[in-house]
């Protein structure tokens, strides 16, 4: 076995060790796992993780309310695939295909549903110029064998007649899902609790280290906790937190994005995503069963300014009335806004550093909730069973950015 291919952790897990009651932390308590950020990348984890006999420890002074809880809740990657980016969309398109499960066993283990939808998504032209650059998308997909069908406007009004008459045609993609991500991030907080999890409202001011190896987290008051293996997934702040080797920090910075969200109030109701592209512009209408609906979502690179600025909300506002006039009659409920964790290349930074114990998890930008299960279930391999060399998140390792074109993604030599 190489370096590479060990577990991060040491010895047996022990189930008997999760009857940890909540709120008895204290100096003393050593654990497995310590993750930093409870956003939906370290919440799934961390619950996978207690599923196998880890004890974990999960630091976050305001879990679950980072970009998790602003986001629309779609599982798109084929809407989302970009040009020249197609082992990103390939890596989506995998991360597409953990979600049933997940969502089976999320559901399981809480016994309350995450709206998880398959109906699929209506990607839809704004204008005739709109309506050309939906058909680049459409030949992209098809070079790609993504499964997506040209549609003429009629034939996209037949799916949503709420879609206004003066689109210019648009693509059904069935592939592309969504989820209720804000249930999705409190059904993840009780089943990790349920299953041993320990949760401190706290924030991480550094990783530790044992002469080398990395030894547990110390806390903003000073506090330390001991543990075999510490996850950074802290999203747009992963590369903030100190104790961090410069060669591990993650690129990571933040990408503001606001969605509104609307209440049908008893307006008719849409069946399914639907995306926009008007005058060049993207907008997105994710529907909730309970008459919610979820509108979206500006992209700003703005720092970690979280305000909210009248102009961006106001072009969302005007494409979305132009694509759903009949969101006019719906109540505005909540101006969400959030911080994506962007990368140079969009792609996540997933797995083992060069510092032993030490893993990232972070830098999902626009497709957090989506890759939410595949991430943890590849962290747990890492941490449990030694790094998968062939994994999914192969070309999306820590460390592909260190030498050479950040902007091109490269296979990790993973380091244990
Ligand atoms: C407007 C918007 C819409 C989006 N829509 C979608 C979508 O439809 N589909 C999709 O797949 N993705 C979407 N995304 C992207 C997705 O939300 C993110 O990729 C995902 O939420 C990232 O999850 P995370 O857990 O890494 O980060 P976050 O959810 O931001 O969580 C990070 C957590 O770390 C904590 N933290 C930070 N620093 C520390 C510290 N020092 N110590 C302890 N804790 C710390 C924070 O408090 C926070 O709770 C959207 C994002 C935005 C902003």
Known sequence: MSPSDRPVLRGERDQARHVVPAGTVSD???YDVIVVGAGIIGLSIAWRAAQTGCQVLVCDPDPGRGASWAAGGMLAPVAEAGFGEAALTMLALQAARAWPQFAADLEGATGRPLHYTTAGTLLVAGDPSDREALDRTLAYHVSLELAAERLTTRQARLMEPLVSPSISGGIMVPGDHHVDNRRVVESLIHAASDAGVIFLAEEVAAVTHDAGPTSGVRLADGRQFGSDAVVVA????????????????????????????LQADGAPQLTRTVRALVHGRSCYFVPRPDGGLVVGATVEERGFDLAVPLGGLGDLIADARRVIPAIDEYALVEVAPGLRPGTPDNGPIVGPTHTPGLLLATGHYRNGVLMAPLTADDVVTTLVGGIAADGPFANFRPGRFQSGDPGESKPHKAVG
């Open 234 to 261: 802290a999203g747009s702040r992963s590369g903030q937190i100190d104790g961090v080797a410069e060669a591990d920090q993650p690129p990571v910075r933040p990408v503001r994005g606001v969605t509104l969200r």
């Open 28 to 30: 003393r308590d050593r």
